[in-house]
């Protein structure tokens, strides 16, 4: 069996990768071509945001059929060359698997509408209103209510995402059945294995009861669809029924997971998935309705960020849970403009960004253009693509009476549009992704950011994540190694030891725009040797360390 653990996976969000063929939408003849790229990078797989037939309300995660491409990205002979191609790399290509929800264009829901006494009206939660209302106060993950109206059979049917996505009854042993011959429709056609979208929501309250009733308005229903004890269940079952029977990972998205789920979910014990991505970094900032909450959006500080790092770091290696460790993807805003600085120091906060990703425990992830440090795209209304953040616009002020223009700048902030503009992989026009017109617009810095230039330059960000990937693959402590803190109340460094019974390695990033100090002074750390940093000077250890504005050090300790 492979270990998975070991790997360098890369994330491709297809509409905005490669266009092939001039119709403005990145297709997997693009992603074809790139293969070279990918493999010089150094990475193992790649994992594919959703290509199947889609509704596009939700770009390839409203799912209208598993069975086929999205002819938008061209055909299943196309997909079979991809992985074909990949192949011949050695890269294993990760499907995404949506099945908290289908579109309301899928086969199944389509007859549940038809018919409200077809067997598969039970797949989905349709239910009768409450005086005029939804049959309860749940808020959806986008805002507004959870519930969508169908005239026909006066009754409501839950969609947490966009009203089109329908969310599945995971008690439906068929529905379930459904989804496990869609996993092996794949697995069997030689996929390396599956990243699963939401999936810590696929069991809800079964009595689907109001959250907080006594509250007025819409309420979060996080306890009540997030995490649930069936959820092990499904999964296990999952997992008996399919998974066992083909070497392949499992990534599953943790929406909201906390550190005991999180453990629950991996741990090689509970027989579930391998690993799990977490939000708690991301959610750094953010209200607890995410990233939209104006009324509790805060400054957090670098401390911040440690703590919760740090504390998934330990509690992770204490418990036997195992995390995707990722700082971007197609959800959230470009790391360097999250986490780092994206103006002065942009290339070395990229750096000390991949840096400290690539020296954690945990599988590590990139997002397309994170290794050549691409940044936020500030996009006007009219260039908003995402479903969420036009939805949200309404919400903030229907709902919460935010003014307009302030309603305006809370979104084109944290829009996920930010991180969805087009790759950008040369100078010529449209960043060389496409010869027509994009479908999003190209962030106007591709002249001074793109792959081709990074691709010549020996100190460019591209070229020091290529360093870090072979780095890491070089040293399986990193991987395998214990994780022990240190320095947990500097507040701009973050400074821990990575270490097994071959190796003991001490890393120390400045996450700062500042230069910083740590003093090593009545400590046992002495004399260490520098193997690896992302400034390029001669760095000798001395007892009261000086760090560069986002400056990382790797040392090898005796
Ligand atoms: O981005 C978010 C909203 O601000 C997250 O809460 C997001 O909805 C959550 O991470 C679930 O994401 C996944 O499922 C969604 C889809 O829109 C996301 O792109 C996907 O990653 C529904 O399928
Ligand atoms: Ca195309």
């Known amino acids: 069996m492979t270990n998975w653990k070991e790997k360098v996976i890369y994330q491709i969000w297809p509409r905005s990768f490669n266009d092939s063929n001039g119709d403005g939408i990145g297709d997997l003849v693009g992603i074809i071509e790139k293969l070279d790229y990918l ?20 770009y390839g995660y409203d799912i209208d059929d598993y069975y086929h491409i999205n002819p938008e990205f061209g055909t299943m002979e196309d997909f079979d060359k991809l992985l074909e191609e990949a192949k011949l790399r050695g890269i294993g290509i990760i499907m995404d698997l949506v099945a908290n929800h289908t579109s309301d264009q899928h086969e199944w829901f389509k007859k549940a509408l038809d018919d409200p006494s077809s067997p598969y009206r039970d797949y989905y939660f349709f239910r009768k209103g409450k005086e005029g209302s939804p049959p309860n106060n749940w808020m959806s993950f986008f ?57 810590n929501a696929i069991s809800k309250d079964e009595e689907l009861r109001d959250k907080d009733p006594d509250k007025k308005g819409l309420q979060f229903p996080a306890e009540l669809t997030l995490n649930r004890p069936k959820t092990h269940t499904y999964l296990q079952e999952m997992n008996r029924e399919v998974l066992s029977k083909y070497d392949c990972i499992t990534i599953g998205e943790g929406a909201l997971a906390g ?31 995410g990233r939209y909450d104006f009324r509790k959006l805060y400054r957090w500080r670098i401390l911040d960020f440690k703590k919760v790092l740090i504390s998934w770091q330990t509690e992770m290696q204490k418990q036997g849970g ?132 990074d691709e010549k330059h020996p100190e460019s960000i591209l070229t020091f994540y290529r360093d870090t990937i072979a780095f890491r693959k070089k040293h399986p402590v990193l991987t395998w190694g214990s994780f022990t803190s240190l320095c947990d109340a500097h507040k701009k460094a973050v400074v821990y030891i990575r270490e097994d019974n071959k190796e003991k390695l001490f890393v120390l990033i400045n996450m700062s725009n500042n230069h910083t100090k740590i003093n090593f002074k009545n400590t046992n750390i002495k004399a260490p040797r520098l193997i690896y940093s992302t400034h390029k000077e001669e760095r000798p250890f001395e007892e009261i360390m000086k760090l560069a504005p986002f400056e990382g050090r790797v040392y090898e300790l005796n």
């Open 143 to 199: 805002g507004g209510s959870s519930w969508t109206y169908d005239a026909k059979s006066k009754e409501y049917y839950l969609t947490q995402f966009t009203p089109n996505q329908c969310d599945l009854n995971w008690e439906n042993v068929n529905m379930r059945q459904g989804i496990y011959d869609i996993m092996r429709f794949w697995l069997d056609k030689g996929i390396a294995g599956f990243r699963m979208d939401v999936i």
């Open 322 to 453: 195992w995390i995707g460790s990722y700082l971007s993807n197609h959800d959230q805003r470009r790391q360097v403009s999250l986490f780092g600085d994206d103006k002065k120091f942009r290339r070395e906060s990229a750096k000390a960004l991949c840096l400290l990703n690539f020296t954690l425990r945990g599988t590590p992830f990139i997002y397309q253009g994170e290794e050549i440090g691409m940044v936020d795209c500030p996009l006007r209304q009219h260039e908003w693509r995402d479903y969420e953040a036009i939805n949200a616009y309404e919400v903030l002020q229907q709902m919460m009476h935010v003014p307009a223009f302030i309603a305006r700048s809370i979104i084109k902030k944290a829009n996920r549009d930010n991180a969805r503009t087009p790759m950008q992989w040369n100078a010529m026009k449209n960043a060389g992704f496409t010869t027509g017109k994009p479908w999003i617009k190209v962030n106007p810095n591709y002249m001074q950011l793109n792959a081709e230039d």
């Open 39 to 58: 493999k010089r990078l150094g990475i193992d797989l790649i994992w594919l945001s959703p290509v199947y037939l889609s509704s596009n309300k939700d």
């Open 259 to 289: 550190q005991e789920d999180v453990v629950r979910y991996t741990h090689p014990d509970s027989k579930e998935l391998q690993m799990m991505f977490h939000f708690d970094l991301h959610m750094l900032g953010c209200g607890s309705l």
